[in-house]
DNA sequence: GGTGTGACCAGCT
DNA sequence: AAGCTGGCCACAC
């Protein structure tokens, strides 16, 4: 009976967070969804406070919440850099909320 | 093995 | 209208 013997959800987040495209972001919700369990996306935001020093290249600012905020922005080390990266990828970000937000957004089961 | 937690989501007051 | 609480799931101690 093999446990979560291969990776852990933590892993399958990374995993991705680290596909979604340059210029297009995810939400929380979507990912856990995708990993099969939608009511984990406490989870998703969890596995991203830990990517910190579990893969610090992990593209976590592409991540946001389900209404294109940038919930996250405090997490980065400095408030304004998430969305200075998001708008160095050509995303449009106003009082941190993403612009366009329908048409950025990626999912991960597409 | 129980408890706490967490960058959410949705509903209730 | 806006604020808050609960629920949800998986991981760490």
């Given amino acids: 009976m093999k446990t979560h ?17 340059r210029g297009r972001v995810s ?3 979507a990912i856990a969804a995708y990993l099969g369990s939608k009511g984990a996306s406490r989870m998703v935001g969890w596995a991203m406070n830990n990517s910190h020093k579990a893969d610090p ?4 600012h592409r991540v946001v919440n ?3 905020v940038l919930t996250g922005k405090h997490h980065f080390g400095s408030p304004g850099m998430m969305q200075q990266l998001l708008e160095n990828e050509g995303i449009m970000i106003k009082n941190d909320q993403v612009q366009n937000f ?3 957004f990626w999912d991960p089961g597409s």
């Fill in 102 to 104: 329908s048409e950025v």
């Fill in 5 to 21: 013997d291969e990776i852990s959800f933590f892993e399958k987040v990374y995993a991705v967070v680290e596909m979604i495209p």
């Fill in 27 to 29: 939400t929380y919700g």
């Fill in 66 to 68: 389900r209404i294109g």
């Fill in 57 to 60: 290249s992990l593209p976590a």
